[in-house]
Nanobody, 131 residues
Framework: HVQLVESGGGSVQAGGSLRLSCAAS????????MAWFRQAPGKEREGVAH???????TYADSVKGRFTISKDNAKNTLYLQMNSLNAEDTAMYYC??????????????????????????WGQGTQVTVS
């Protein structure tokens, strides 16, 4: 089992930047395929970025060129650097991790962010508000 704890959210003005972190603990070998999702009030949870076991990253079209996903395996931490933020980026941001089986079998070398059902482990979320 994997425990995920997000941090780094907050309020920022349009055009500003934030860096989110997600610390993984427990069976961290399960955190080879990880992702960031977000959910705005009244909307479905959507994939923002995904990084696989080979550090291949994919992004939602809405954040390409502005957001960067990365992970530090030594620290068991996932990051999301968010630049040029706008009001449409306001949401609760969630960190997610896939099981080792799913990561190896289905989530490597993808061209798009996987659906949320591909991820078994979730954090509690961190709020990002852009005004």
């Amino acid at each position: 089992h994997v425990q995920l704890v997000e941090s780094g959210g907050g309020s920022v003005q349009a055009g500003g930047s934030l860096r989110l972190s997600c610390a993984a603990s427990g069976d961290t070998y399960a955190s080879a395929c990880m992702a960031w999702f977000r959910q705005a009030p009244g909307k479905e949870r959507e994939g923002v970025a995904h990084i696989d076991a080979d550090d291949t990253a994919t992004y939602a079209d809405s954040v390409k060129g502005r957001f960067t996903i990365s992970k530090d395996n030594a620290k068991n931490t996932l990051y999301l650097q968010m630049n040029s933020l706008n009001a449409e980026d306001t949401a609760m941001y969630y960190c997610a991790a896939a099981t080792p089986y799913w990561c190896t079998a289905y989530l490597r070398g993808l061209k798009a962010v996987p659906h949320r059902t591909a991820f078994a482990y979730w954090g509690q979320g961190t709020q990002v508000t852009v005004s």
